[in-house]
C-alpha cells in the first residue's frame, strides 16, 4: 500500500498524539495540527510535521490545508480528533460555552471537511476519520452539551458518508470508552464550578468524586490509535469503531435497554 498523507487535528497529546505516532511509524506521511507545537516534538522526532493550529479559528484551519497541500499534493486522510468536553447542568451552564462547544466538536471538523473534499475527490479516494465518543450514542447526566456535540458529529459523519461515498471517499467514526488521557482532567472542576451548589450539587460532587478516581481501569490511547490506522489502511473499513474500556459493553446497554431502564441504571452510578 502507498503511504497515505494524512492531517491530524488535537495531535498535541492524548489519542492525536498516539494515533499521529502509530501512522509514522507505519510508514505513512503525518502532519500533526494543534496549538502547542512543542507537545508535537515527537511527531516531528518520528518524521512527521508539526502545523501550530487552533481549531476554532477558520484561517488557521485553512492555512493547515493549504501547508499540507503545497506541499505533498494531496491529502489522503484526515482525522478530525481537536475536541473538548463540557460539564455541568443543562439549567447552569452558560450558552457560550454551549456554543463553543459545538465550534470545536461539530463545526471545526465540518469546516476541514469542506477544506479536504476538493482535493479528496479530485485524487479519487479518501478516508475522514472521524473521532467521536461512546458519548455520540449514549448520554449521562451533566455532560449535554459534550454529549449533544458528538451525537451532532455522528449525524454529521451518517450523512457525509452517503454524500461522498459516490467519489472514492470513506467516512468513519470511531467511539472510544474510557481513556486514559488528559481530555478529562478538567470533568471534576468543572462540576463543581457549574453544578457544585443548588439543585444538582449532590450529583455533580459524586460524579466529581468519580472522575478523580475513576480511571484505574481506563485504556491506553494506543487502542484507539490502533483502531484509526486500521481505519486508514483497511481497503473496507469499518464505519465504526468503538474501542477502548467499556466501550461496547456500554452502546449495547443503551442499544438495547428502554430508556427509563438505561436512566435508572446510570443515575444509580452518578
Known amino acids: 500500500m502507498e503511504p497515505r498523507v494524512c492531517l491530524i487535528t488535537g495531535a498535541s497529546s492524548g489519542i492525536g498524539l498516539a494515533a499521529a505516532l502509530d501512522l509514522a511509524a507505519a510508514g505513512h506521511t503525518v502532519y500533526g495540527a494543534a496549538r502547542r507545537v512543542p507537545n508535537m516534538e515527537p511527531i516531528v522526532a518520528a518524521g512527521g510535521h508539526a502545523i501550530r493550529t ?3 479559528s477558520g484561517g488557521d484551519l485553512e492555512r493547515a490545508v493549504d501547508t499540507v497541500l503545497d506541499a505533498e499534493g494531496r491529502i489522503d486522510v484526515l482525522v478530525n480528533n481537536a475536541g473538548s468536553v463540557l460539564h455541568g447542568s443543562v439549567e447552569e451552564v452558560p450558552l457560550g460555552l454551549a456554543r463553543d462547544q459545538f465550534e470545536l466538536n461539530v463545526l471545526a471538523p465540518a469546516r476541514l471537511v469542506q477544506l479536504v473534499l476538493p482535493s479528496m475527490r479530485e485524487h479519487g479516494f479518501g478516508r475522514i476519520v472521524n473521532v467521536s465518543s461512546i458519548g455520540g450514542e449514549i448520554a449521562l447526566p451533566l455532560g449535554a452539551w459534550y454529549y449533544a456535540s458528538k451525537h451532532a458529529l455522528e449525524a454529521l459523519s451518517d450523512t457525509l458518508r452517503m454524500e461522498v461515498q459516490p467519489f472514492g471517499i470513506d ?15 478538567s470533568t471534576a472542576a468543572q462540576l463543581r464550578h457549574y453544578s457544585g451548589d443548588g439543585l444538582y450539587a449532590d450529583r455533580a460532587e459524586a460524579m466529581a468524586k468519580a472522575a478523580e478516581t475513576g480511571l484505574d481501569d481506563a485504556s491506553d490511547p494506543a487502542v484507539v490509535a490502533a483502531a484509526i490506522r486500521e481505519a486508514v489502511e483497511a481497503d473496507r ?3 465504526r469503531y468503538a474501542v477502548g474500556h467499556l466501550a461496547e459493553r456500554l452502546l449495547d446497554l443503551n442499544r438495547s435497554l428502554p430508556d427509563r431502564e438505561w436512566d435508572a441504571m446510570v443515575t444509580r452510578k452518578a
Open 237 to 239: 473499513p469499518e464505519t
Open 171 to 185: 467516512v468513519v467514526v470511531v467511539q472510544p470508552g474510557i481513556i486514559r488521557t488528559p481530555f478529562e482532567d
Open 54 to 56: 487552533d481549531a476554532r
